[in-house]
């Protein structure tokens, strides 16, 4: 799966190329602009009251209702990893959910499918589609921000 995401013509977000079975990077469907199909109204919230807390083995995701879009914050314990302790939930062979994090803290290793390894740490962003595996390295707590993910992410099946 290629995808782009771009500033459209009129200043709003703009998805280009195969994003079927991508999920979705907000509560909606992305068809051309995200703000042409909905209005953006001021909104404030903050992640010490969000709005649903999903725990998991050595970890928890905190996900935040706003601008028509779910965003998550992901803590990850030391020893967490993808494969042992979310994979029991999603019952699927890698993670199936695409990502784009801004990662806040700790070290994050992340293996994709193809090969492909990454070591992503404090101020780096990652981009992460399907098919992957993630394990914390070091004894520092991870934590990320994640604006495609979270809908979905370590939700019971």
């Known amino acids: 799966m290629i995808m782009r995401i771009e500033w459209g ?3 709003g977000l703009r998805a280009r ?3 079927a079975g991508a999920g979705r990077l907000c509560s ?3 068809e051309d602009t995200i703000m042409s199909t909905h209005e953006q109204v001021t909104e404030h919230k903050s992640f010490s009251e969000p709005d649903e807390t999903r725990e998991f083995s050595n970890g928890k995701a905190e996900i935040l209702k706003i601008g028509h879009c779910e965003v998550g914050r992901f803590t990850f314990k030391p020893g967490w990893r993808w ?3 979310i994979r029991p939930l999603a019952q699927t062979p890698s993670c199936q959910a695409p990502h784009f994090q801004y990662h806040v803290a700790g070290k994050l290793a992340i293996l994709m499918d193809d090969g492909t390894e990454i070591i992503a ?4 962003i990652t981009s992460l589609p399907k ?6 390295v070091g004894d520092e707590t991870v934590v990320v ?9 370590a939700r019971k099946v």
């Open 121 to 124: 740490g404090p101020g780096d």
């Open 145 to 153: 921000v994640d604006w495609f993910g979270a809908s979905n992410y």
């Open 9 to 11: 013509d009129a200043g």
């Open 131 to 136: 098919g992957h595996d993630a394990w914390v």
């Open 28 to 30: 909606y469907s992305i």
């Open 83 to 85: 494969s042992n302790d």
């Open 17 to 19: 190329g195969d994003v």
